[in-house]
């Protein structure tokens, strides 16, 4: 590997194990111990290419030390998960970026996730169609092998017709990915909640639908919802080994 390409390598895995203990200092374990897999596979990267012996010495140490925070965060969140104590929670603030789908459901859809079950009542307008058929993408861009997945919404009375319409269609693209969507509507829905068959529970506040319309059609966010402004709520994560399947 060329020494040229060290310093960018060097900065990346910096970045990532500064988020790392970030997370970790906030108690968000699951996420920081994405980050801190992350960030050490990219020093090991580093490890291989430099030449320099004390510089090696230093990498070594630096991989033991986060190698041993990630297995304490791992065994600490393995005994919470055993106990079903295990909860997490983020807070999303007013106007705040970078709490897309994939950024926020990543460290979740793994662990052999084959079924998802969605319920949320505001999943009826165009935007919130829109949303329910990005986190099914993202579902589908996941390490996971996602089979089934259960929608519970209510019925929009003023445009159930686009509503079921845009809801079959998704049902059908999904269908050609091989993977099945069974909806079912619901008059009394209240609460919004997401679990996945690998035990984790996620319940927004707001439902999938926390993000704020963008400014226009050519502003930054539109397309990349990283850096699209969301509404302040809050997320709760829990897990626990029986997850409910109906």
């Known amino acids: ?24 200092h906030n108690s968000r374990f699951q996420e920081s111990l994405v980050c801190y897999q992350e960030g050490i596979q990219l020093l090991i990267d580093v490890l291989k290419a430099v030449k320099d ?18 297995e304490q965060i791992k065994n600490h969140v393995n005994k919470l998960k055993e106990e079903g104590k295990y909860h997490e929670q983020v807070k999303i603030p007013d106007n705040s970026t970078g709490f897309s789908y994939e950024s926020l459901f990543k460290p979740y859809i793994r662990d052999g996730l084959t079924e998802v079950w969605v319920e949320d009542p505001y999943v009826r307008h165009i935007h919130q169609l829109y949303n329910f058929l990005r986190f099914c993408e993202m579902l589908l861009k996941g390490p996971c092998q996602v ?72 502003s930054i966010g539109y397309c990349d919802y990283d850096l699209r402004e969301c509404h302040e709520t809050t997320v709760d994560i829990f897990h626990t080994k029986h997850t409910k399947t109906t």
Not at 56 to 69: A, C, F, L, N, S
Not at 150 to 159: A, E, G, M
Not at 203 to 218: A, E, M, S
């Open 147 to 218: 089979k089934i997945i259960h929608l519970l919404t209510s019925q929009d009375d003023d445009s159930s017709f686009q509503q079921v319409s845009a809801l079959e269609e998704i049902k059908q693209s999904l269908q050609s990915q091989n993977i099945c969507l069974d909806i079912q509507y619901s008059s009394t829905i209240h609460d919004r909640e997401i679990r996945f068959n690998n035990g984790w529970i996620i319940k927004i506040g707001r439902g999938l639908d926390y993000f704020k319309k963008p400014k226009g059609r050519f």
């Open 53 to 70: 012996d004390s510089k090696k010495v230093h990498y070594r140490e630096k991989i033991k030390g986060y190698m041993d925070r990630a």
């Open 1 to 24: 590997m060329s020494q040229d390409f060290l310093p960018g390598m060097e900065s990346s895995a910096i970045s990532v194990l500064k988020r790392a203990v970030e997370l970790d």
